[in-house]
């Protein structure tokens, strides 16, 4: 490319969301990562770095607004352009619905669903720069295949990202003439951390994997301006 490009990518301290980060090193753009812990935030920094990117890292409440106004304001100081933003921070906490507690509601609409739309509005206009120079601006919301088919136990984990597929779809009708993609990943069990819960009965290695994940944001990356993929489903057999 004639001149570096720059990602954003949140949860990036591990699981799909340092998968990502890997795939857009490997294909050169500079990252601004940001994930809650300060502490695995900077070892998943400092493992990207050993592998030659140029990589910010910043710490913070993703679901609060002035979190994501720090991630966006370090990255527009640092790189002063944005061609990639991945919002895939987020949480899923199981309750029946008469044990919801309030707390953890907010959370999860906090994380899930409200930092996404923060996101978006916060570096929209970086985005349409990028978009008006080349056509191929894109947002990448991590959903969930819960999502799509609601769970038991799961349901505010399941509303939120189902409102996320659908915020994806709203933001591809109003941005996509503009040179910006969106695209809503909605996978199945992956093996990360925040699967621990299941893998009693789904061992890790029947889970797709974070990589699965990272190698369909390659494939956002490499089609045309003309081509936009606006949903992805990622599911294991039988299921």
């Not at 940001?34 to 502490?39: D, M, N």
């Not at 944005?82 to 509601?105: C, M, P, R, W």
């Not at 669903?113 to 970086?126: H, M, N, Q, T």
């Not at 038991?152 to 933001?171: C, D, H, I, Q, R």
Request: charge should be negative; charged fraction near 25%.
């Amino acid at each position: 490319m004639a001149e570096q490009r720059a990602a954003i990518v949140t949860g990036a301290s591990s699981g799909i969301g340092l998968a990502i980060a890997d795939v857009l090193g490997q294909e050169g753009y500079a990252l601004t990562i940001a994930a809650r812990r300060p502490e695995k935030l900077e070892a998943a920094a400092a493992g990207l770095r050993e592998k030659g990117y140029d990589v910010e890292h910043v710490a913070g409440p993703l679901g609060a607004e002035e979190g994501v106004k720090a991630v966006v304001a370090a990255h527009r100081e640092r790189y002063g352009r944005l061609d990639v933003l991945v919002n895939n921070a987020g949480v899923g906490i199981g309750a029946s619905v008469a044990e919801i507690d309030t707390k953890k509601l907010d959370l999860q609409l906090d994380l899930n669903l409200r930092s996404i739309i923060l996101f978006y509005r916060e570096a929209v206009d970086l985005l349409r720069t990028a978009g008006k120079e080349h056509g191929a601006a894109l947002v990448v919301n991590t959903a969930s295949i819960a999502g799509k088919r609601g769970q038991p136990w799961l349901s505010v984990y399941s509303a939120t990202k189902g409102a996320v597929v659908n915020f994806t779809e709203a933001m591809h009708k109003e941005l996509s003439a503009e040179g910006i993609k969106s695209t809503a990943l909605c996978p199945g069990f992956v093996d990360t951390p925040m699967t621990e819960f299941v893998k009693e009965s789904v061992p890790a290695t029947d889970m797709i994997t974070p990589g699965d994940i990272g190698e369909a944001v390659r494939l956002l990356l490499k089609v045309s301006p003309a081509c936009i993929i606006p949903e992805i489903q990622f599911i294991r057999p039988g299921d």
